[in-house]
């Protein structure tokens, strides 16, 4: 491996740019040596003023660029599946954007194509994992001081959604963030999910089942319910309170500064996920870096992203159904027998 590890960024869009500058400009370890997107204006804007760095069209001549050594795909979510497999045909470690692969048949072979190679290479951007409030809420959970944890009540709201945005979207984009945070909060599996809609909101685009109200079952009798509402309109918030037996723990109700001027107080609340989650990101990054330079994968594995993957598919039927859902999850192969 050489002094800096050199990355291939697949998608300069919203959040590739944004890792492009992370890697380059917050993250030490690292140097991104190629970007690939089919809209080159993108591509060159998102690497502009960066000596060195190439660009393509194609995923794969990124791949191929001498001197890559690692991938962060930040494509969209249709893409993955490809640009996985071609990063583990070349041995190149990866980290992914959710959603891994938003089809579980797809994310079930992304699972057994690693699996086959015995060894991990995939991180997925759940970076959830990585915020400071969310890891305190883990560590409070697993010292068991609350008891067993019973329920989480969640909140996701955005500001506004884009405009290719769809009600399935709400939970395999949106929802997808709680699932993967309450497997790896609570240790349990999802079985089973009800989606229940409220009237929508005048302020979403029309057709648009918004806000949605999401109640999974885990296999250990937690429940956890979602209220996504990705058209609030007013700020980017992302809540969970715990609800445990001998006590409850609340995280996302602080995060942002209190200005008190002429004799009032205002909370300031985010935008959007690239403000709420910032720190998270760059401590996603920095794990990532350090971790493939040391020849080690952690985080969230290719299990936890199929896992997702099958919770949000169901989801997807909840909501369509009208009906409580059961999720069917594929065996775990042994590579990822770690807890989640
Ligand atoms: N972790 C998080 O909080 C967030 C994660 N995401 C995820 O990041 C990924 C990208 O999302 P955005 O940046 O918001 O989308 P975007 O639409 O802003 O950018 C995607 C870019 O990928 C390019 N692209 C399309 N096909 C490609 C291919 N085959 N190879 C390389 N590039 C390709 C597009 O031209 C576009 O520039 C998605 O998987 C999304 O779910 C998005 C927002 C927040
Ligand atoms: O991952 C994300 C987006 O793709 C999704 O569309 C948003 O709802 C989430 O808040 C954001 O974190």
Redo the contacts with the bound molecule.
Sequence with gaps: MSQLLGVAV???????ADHIRRLDRVVSGARVVAV????AA?AEEAVAGRAGVTVHAE?EAALDVPGVEAVLI????E??EE?LLAAFARGLPVLC???MVPDPAGALRVVEAEAGLGRRLTQI?F?RRYDTEYARLKSLLDSGRLGRPLLLHCTHRNVSSPPYFTSAMLID?SVS?EIDAARWLLGHEIDAVTVHRPRPSAGAPAGLSDPQFVVFETDRGALVDVEVFVNCGFGYQVRCEAVCEAGSARIGEDHTMVVTAAGGAREEVPAD?LLR?ADAYDRELRAWVDATRAGRVTGPSAWDGYAAAAVAEAGVRALESGTRTAVGLAPRPALYAEPH
Excluded at 10 to 16: I, K
Excluded at 74 to 77: D, K, N, T
């Design positions: 697949l998608g300069a869009g919203h959040m590739g690939a997107d089919p809209d993108r995923a930040a494509s969209p979510g893409a993955h640009a954007e959710k959603p951007g970076m984009s963030h996920y989650f």
